[in-house]
């Protein structure tokens, strides 16, 4: 390779080259993106280039092209190309199959052939340039009339920029616990969206406070399980929060189904259901800021139960308190999990899957997420709910322990109790019915799952799969098809 490799600044505000179905076949290719932040205020005031000149639209058209040959481009980010050439370049040659010379970080001023016809407008800087010039730490103003350009432009931008390798930095693309969930299609606020498109504005009060209620649902076999006890509570926790402009229930249904239709979900799925206060008109507190009605989301993904319900789970007890009634009553299902997410960071720090929270004087009352459960002789008993949330799969269980023909105390129960005890066990919609073999080192009876805890997660599996509320298109469409990817 003679010739140094040339990349340019504001390589994006270039008309896109004629590519022919030839080309497009040939060799292999790259894609230098830049953020439109940077590349709009570049242009002069009389000059400004129209959505489709500045080629973002072009540039993800040429990429998905090449992927669907099999051969998808390198895509490297201005930005990181300034802070870092020589890392990125040789990034780059690497995907290329090319060898990096150190003449590829250098080259000669002045206008080049090859240069758009954007070049005597916006590449006076570049021009004088003979080598990669350091970035500047901070921005000048953005000018407000391009602020409709960058809306349009950014969102393509972005797409490319999930692509981007970055050579010494963790990926900006982790691996996904189910790789399936990866092309999710979430509902937010009046309609769906693809996942990374899934956001919400900065001024909604579940991100100015944490001001949000929700629920977690399981679909089994074409059916959501308790949808409607569910609704029951979301509605009742809006209502204790005193939200405004509520959507109704059956807008809440509708979002639900079409959202699980939209994904082909039918079963092995776990919905997210959140109903925020809604976006405020300005960044503060009060509740007479959000004149724009709730925000909906409905994030349904593929996911099996969280936890070891075969071999068994172990608990620590953290050493964070329940939330009082006094300060904030666990009944009202909120956002605000900082209480919840302070216990479970013990629980991670101890190499448990999950922790024990007492309430104020010293009894056990859940886990950091689920409610709890013991067996001694025979009986079974689980804390009253006067700092935990009553859950829906917790008064299922309740039911199940009757109808299995057990005698059930809700009481208030020691942590020593529950060292001592013959069988445990959790449940929430999340994990199901999961048997506890430690909790603070002690193992809990013989070590394994007993017997009790068997019955009753064959039972809570039968209702599971007898009951819930029918997905609409479900029975004609996709009965008895293999659903989960």
């Given at each position: ?16 080259p ?35 000149e500045?080629g ?16 998808s ?21 690497e ?75 963790i990926?900006l ?73 509520v ?11 079409k ?104 009894y ?122």
């Amino acid at each position: 390779m003679d010739q140094p490799l040339d990349l340019k600044e504001n390589v994006a505000s270039q008309h896109m080259p004629d590519l022919t179905d030839e080309l497009m076949k040939k060799g292999k290719h790259c894609i230098l993106i830049e953020n439109p932040l940077d590349i709009l205020p570049s242009f002069d005031k009389g000059s400004l280039p129209s959505f489709m000149e500045l080629g973002y639209a072009s540039l993800v058209s040429i990429y998905s092209e090449l992927c669907a040959q099999g051969k998808s481009p390198s895509i490297i980010d201005g930005a990181l190309l300034q802070e870092d050439p020589k890392g990125t370049l040789r990034g780059l040659c690497e995907d290329l199959g090319i060898p990096f010379q150190a003449a590829m970080l250098k080259w000669e001023a002045g206008p080049k052939s090859f240069d758009g016809i954007r070049a005597p407008h916006s590449y006076k800087t570049t021009h004088k340039l003979t080598g990669f010039k350091s970035p500047s730490k901070y921005p000048a103003p953005f000018p407000p009339d391009l602020y409709d350009l960058l809306e349009q432009s950014l969102p393509f931008y972005n797409m490319l920029r999930r692509h981007v390798k970055q050579s010494g930095i963790i990926s900006l693309q982790p691996k996904l616990p189910v790789p399936a969930n990866e092309k999710l299609l979430v509902w937010v606020g009046n309609g769906i969206v693809p996942r990374e498109s899934a956001k919400i504005s900065v001024l909604d009060s579940v991100v100015q406070g944490g001001d949000a209620v929700w629920e977690g649902l399981r679909v089994y076999n074409g059916k959501i399980f308790k949808l409607e006890e569910h609704l029951d509570r979301l509605f009742d926790s809006a209502k204790a929060l005193a939200f405004s402009n509520v959507p109704t229930r059956e807008q809440v249904k509708d979002a639900i189904f079409k959202t699980l239709i939209r994904n082909g979900m039918f079963d092995e799925t776990h919905i997210r259901l959140t109903l925020t206060r809604g976006k405020k008109v300005t960044s503060g507190m009060s509740p007479s800021l959000n004149l724009y009605g709730c925000t909906l989301i409905v994030l349904a993904e593929w996911k099996p139960p969280i936890y070891e319900n075969e071999k068994g789970i172990t608990l620590v007890t953290a050493t964070t308190r329940r939330n009082s009634p006094n300060n904030l009553d666990s009944k009202i299902h909120h956002n605000n999990l900082l209480n919840n997410i302070l216990a479970k960071i013990e629980g991670n720090n101890a190499s448990a899957d999950d922790a024990i929270m007492l309430d104020k004087d010293g009894y056990v009352s859940e886990t950091n997420a689920t409610n709890i459960f013991l067996v001694k002789k025979g009986r079974v008993a689980t804390p009253h709910a006067d700092y935990c949330l009553p859950g829906k799969t917790r008064a299922t269980v309740m039911d199940l322990v009757i109808k299995e023909g057990l005698i059930l105390q809700e009481r208030r129960i020691s942590l020593s109790e529950f060292h001592t005890a013959d069988e445990v066990w959790t449940v929430g919609t999340i994990g199901e019915l999961s048997p506890v073999v430690k909790i603070d080192g002690r193992t809990i009876g013989d070590g394994s799952v007993g017997p009790v805890t068997r019955r009753l997660q064959s039972a809570l599996k039968k209702l599971t799969a007898e009951s819930g509320v029918p997905i609409p298109t479900y029975q004609q469409s996709y009965q008895g098809a293999k659903i989960f990817p």
